[in-house]
């Protein structure tokens, strides 16, 4: 049985920033991170932040393990826009929270 991934969707992958494994999707970055340098104190720069329009090249996390448990335990792009900042996507939820209440 083939699957048929819908035309346009971009899978975006990333490299570890701590021993470069690349090609791992977010939820695999996470995986991989748990499993292999959940005890690496090594301060590195989010790949998938860094690939965010707001993202900061030179930011280094100083607790990347706990940043990717927190911010990245599920896929981005299924929850909010990347083409918008934090704030915008913040707004933007508050404003259809208050629409989905009237």
Known sequence: MEMN??????????A???CQDDGLDELDLLDHCNEHHANDSKRVVCPVCVQMPHG???YYS???IGHLNLRHCYYLDDMTNLNQTDELNIQCAI???YKKNI
């Open 5 to 14: 991934q819908p035309q346009g969707l971009t899978v975006r992958t990333f």
């Open 16 to 18: 570890c920033p701590y």
């Open 56 to 58: 900061d090249p030179q």
């Open 95 to 97: 404003l259809a929270s």
């Open 62 to 64: 100083r607790n990347f």
